[in-house]
C-alpha cells in the first residue's frame, strides 16, 4: 500500500490552529486549575471570552488602520488648509489696501465735484455780468450815436487832413 501525502496547511490555516491550539492550552490551564468542569456554562464563558478579546484585538486592529489611513488622507487636505489660509491672508491684505486706495479716490472725486459745482456757480456768475456789460457797451454805443452828425453829398476825403477846419 502506498500512503497518500496529507495536504500542507496554509497560512491562513496554521493562524488559525495555532489559535485553537492557544485557546485550547488557555481552556486546559482553566480546566486543570479548577478541577475539570466542562460544563457547557462554562464553554460558553469561555467562548464569550474569547470572543471578547478577538473582538477588542480587531477592535484595537482597525481604530489604528483607521486611523492611519485618515492620517494620511487628511495630510493632503491639511496641507492645502494652510496654503489656503496663507492666500486667504494675502487677499485680506490686498483687500484692505484697495480699499483705503477706494477710499482716497472716493475723497478725491467729492473734492473734485465740489470744485466742479463752484467753477460752474462762478461761470454762471461770469455770464451773468458779461451779459450785463454787453448790455452796457451796446447802450453806449447808441449814445454815442446820438450826436453824430451824418453829411449828405460831401465826397469822401474831400476836407483833406483838417476835418474840423473845412466844416
Same mark, same amino acid.
Given at each position: 500500500? +502506498?500512503?497518500?501525502? %496529507?495536504?500542507?496547511?496554509?497560512?491562513?490555516?496554521?493562524?488559525?490552529?495555532?489559535?485553537?491550539?492557544?485557546?485550547?492550552? =488557555?481552556?486546559?490551564?482553566?480546566?486543570?486549575?479548577?478541577? =475539570?468542569?466542562?460544563?457547557?456554562?462554562?464553554?460558553?464563558?469561555?467562548?464569550?471570552?474569547?470572543?471578547?478579546?478577538?473582538?477588542?484585538?480587531? *477592535?484595537?486592529?482597525?481604530?489604528? /488602520?483607521? $486611523?492611519?489611513?485618515?492620517?494620511?488622507? &487628511?495630510?493632503?487636505?491639511?496641507? *492645502?488648509?494652510?496654503?489656503?489660509?496663507?492666500? &486667504?491672508?494675502?487677499?485680506?491684505?490686498?483687500?484692505?489696501? *484697495?480699499?483705503?486706495? !477706494?477710499? +482716497?479716490? !472716493?475723497?478725491? /472725486?467729492?473734492?473734485?465735484?465740489?470744485?466742479?459745482?463752484?467753477?460752474?456757480?462762478?461761470?454762471? =456768475?461770469? &455770464?451773468?455780468?458779461?451779459?450785463?456789460?454787453? $448790455?452796457?457797451?451796446?447802450?453806449?454805443?447808441?449814445?454815442?450815436?446820438?450826436?453824430?452828425?451824418?453829411?449828405?453829398?460831401?465826397?469822401?476825403? %474831400?476836407?483833406?487832413?483838417?476835418?474840423?477846419?473845412?466844416?
Amino acid at each position: 500500500m +502506498t500512503r497518500k501525502k %496529507a495536504p500542507t496547511p496554509t497560512k491562513e490555516q496554521e493562524t488559525l490552529s495555532s489559535d485553537q491550539a492557544s485557546s485550547d492550552q =488557555a481552556s486546559g490551564d482553566q480546566a486543570s486549575g479548577e478541577q =475539570a468542569s466542562d460544563s457547557p456554562e462554562d464553554m460558553a464563558t469561555l467562548i464569550k471570552q474569547t470572543i471578547k478579546s478577538e473582538l477588542e484585538s480587531m *477592535h484595537e486592529t482597525v481604530a489604528s /488602520m483607521l $486611523k492611519d489611513s485618515l492620517g494620511q488622507a &487628511l495630510s493632503p487636505i491639511e496641507k *492645502h488648509l494652510a496654503e489656503n489660509g496663507t492666500i &486667504l491672508e494675502s487677499l485680506k491684505e490686498q483687500l484692505e489696501e *484697495h480699499a483705503e486706495k !477706494f477710499n +482716497t479716490v !472716493f475723497n478725491r /472725486m467729492d473734492s473734485i465735484q465740489a470744485n466742479v459745482r463752484k467753477g460752474e456757480k462762478d461761470t454762471s =456768475a461770469c &455770464l451773468a455780468e458779461m451779459t450785463k456789460l454787453q $448790455k452796457k457797451i451796446n447802450e453806449l454805443e447808441d449814445r454815442s450815436r446820438i450826436n453824430n452828425v451824418r453829411l449828405i453829398n460831401l465826397p469822401t476825403g %474831400a476836407e483833406g487832413d483838417n476835418p474840423q477846419g473845412y466844416l
